[in-house]
């Protein structure tokens, strides 16, 4: 089917205010806030400019954006900026791309706990991978991680995991040398899944004993500590999924990683196709398939759709992106020097970072030409048409 133009804004300004007034006193302040961000951005009700060309005079009228993070919009500048930031951080060695994911048991309950749970994920799955690197009998050495929380599949179904990407290899315990993994092989995935599962339920049970996770609706029950540890027991014999993809091709292809996963939102706005009476149609995979029977359509009940949308809304001040080992922020720039001058390599030159930032306005789409700002308006107000400005605009020029 072709690509509509049909965004999520769409089905919240549709649907939102009937959804609110059906699920009230149910939803957070925060999944509030997003549903009116989502619905404002870029539109009157945030103000704008008016921009025109240098060259031709040309002008357009530019909405501002919400800069919610959970906005479809207004992600990809804010992947731009970070990723510029990032850049001077990689190594020139090969990079792993790690993933923890949660099992079903232990996913409803993260559902209803969100933000310590979820933080929980983040502490069991890096101090796994720390701990397994630095032994001996396997690499021997202080790793550095960039980790990424997703909460959901490919339907917005919940599925809370997190996405590492680690250099192939680290500095010594003793700080003398670089070691570096074998070239396809970082660490051995069963054995970080033990100690994964080890970690985390032993965790869990603390905070259930310290009195931080609730239960209520379908898991009520497990509000009794018998009953919970009675739904933690098949979960301590399967395997947890811990999975390792092969090092990617260059500092190149990391970034286009990090590009695609670290500002991801549950679903974009291409991956919509039809919002009518019967609800709202999107494309999804289905990984029990292959080939190009994995690509799927499905539609929800509008409802439905806002629902699952809502539930990978984050716990307000909660971080999805960060940093352990070698790259934790404390120490970043000092553990990266040391590690280019074991790797004996120049560090990036000072100047790497622009002077000034990057223009995203696009060009003129009449010359191509340098569009500036020549009006601003505030909030819930129109720029006056023409502008009252010595730039003309060519196609209403007499």
Same mark, same amino acid.
Request: overall charge positive; some cysteine.
């Given at each position: ?31 509030? +806030? ?40 207004? /992600? ?58 630095? $032994? ?69 049970? /603390?905070?259930? $004993? ?34 390792? +993809? ?38 999804? +995979? ?46 970043? +720039? ?6 280019? $001058? ?16 990057? $223009? ?39």
């Amino acid at each position: 089917m072709l690509r509509t133009s049909l965004e999520v804004a769409d089905i919240f300004r549709a649907a939102g205010p009937a959804y609110r007034a059906a699920h009230a006193g149910h939803l957070s302040l925060t999944q509030l +806030k997003v549903m009116t961000a989502i619905e404002n951005c870029r539109t009157s009700a945030l103000g704008g400019h008016v921009e025109g060309c240098e060259d031709c005079g040309h002008w357009r009228v530019a909405y501002n954006s919400c800069r919610n993070r959970h906005c479809p919009k207004c /992600q990809g500048a804010a992947a731009r900026t970070w990723l510029a930031e990032r850049e001077a951080d990689l190594l020139p060695v090969g990079y792993f791309h790690v993933v923890f994911t949660l099992p079903a048991e232990i996913a409803s309950i993260a559902f209803q706990n969100k933000a310590v749970v979820y933080d929980l994920l983040f502490k069991a799955a890096s101090e796994t991978m720390l701990t397994i690197a630095a $032994d001996p009998r396997h690499l021997g050495a202080r790793i550095g991680i960039t980790a990424v929380l997703h909460t959901w599949g490919s339907a917005l179904t919940h599925h809370p995991h997190v996405h590492m990407v680690v250099p192939g290899g680290g500095i010594a315990l003793d700080g003398t040398r670089w070691i570096s993994t074998r070239p396809a092989f970082l660490l051995p995935v069963r054995v970080l899944g033990k100690l994964f599962r080890r970690l985390f339920l032993t965790r869990l049970i /603390q905070l259930y $004993d310290a009195g931080k996770l609730a239960f209520f609706r379908s898991l009520a029950s497990l509000t009794g500590r018998r009953a919970f540890l009675r739904h933690l027991a098949p979960v301590r014999k399967t395997r947890w999924v811990v999975y390792a +993809k092969a090092p990617f091709a260059g500092p190149e292809a990391v970034l286009a990683y990090l590009s695609r996963y670290t500002h991801r939102i549950a679903i974009s706005n291409r991956r919509l196709i039809a919002f009518d009476k019967t609800g709202v149609t999107l494309r999804y +995979k289905d990984y029990r398939r292959d080939g190009p029977e994995r690509q799927c359509a499905m539609t929800l009940a509008t409802g439905e759709f806002i629902r699952r949308f809502l539930a990978h809304v984050l716990p307000r001040g909660f971080h999805r992106i960060r940093h352990y080992g070698l790259l934790a922020s404390s120490s970043r +720039k000092a553990n990266l020097a040391r590690a280019r $001058d074991l790797l004996e390599v120049a560090a990036p030159p000072d100047d790497a970072v622009l002077e000034e930032p990057v $223009d995203l306005r696009p060009p003129c789409p009449c010359c191509g030409g340098h569009m500036i700002i020549i009006e601003t308006f505030e909030r819930w107000r129109q720029p006056r048409a023409p502008p009252n400005i010595p730039i003309r605009n060519p196609e209403t020029a007499p």
